[in-house]
């Protein structure tokens, strides 16, 4: 659940907010880049980081039981 509220945060607020709107956090010249204002692009982005993140909270969570 950790997870998921982190992904959601960072591709909510973080990409989607503040990445789409402000040149300030951009990396030197990829300026022209369109994924910086592509919000569709930010949400596959999360989605796909929440599939890669479940192996290692499912390992995390079998550990934690075990102990």
Known sequence: MIWLIIDWYDALV???????????????STEDME???DYCFHIK?????MLLGLPACLAVGVITAIL
Do not use: A, M, N, T
């Open 14 to 28: 973080l990409d989607s907010i503040w990445f789409c709107h402000s040149k300030k956090v951009r990396i030197p």
């Open 35 to 37: 994924e910086y204002k």
């Open 45 to 49: 982005q999360s989605c796909i980081g």
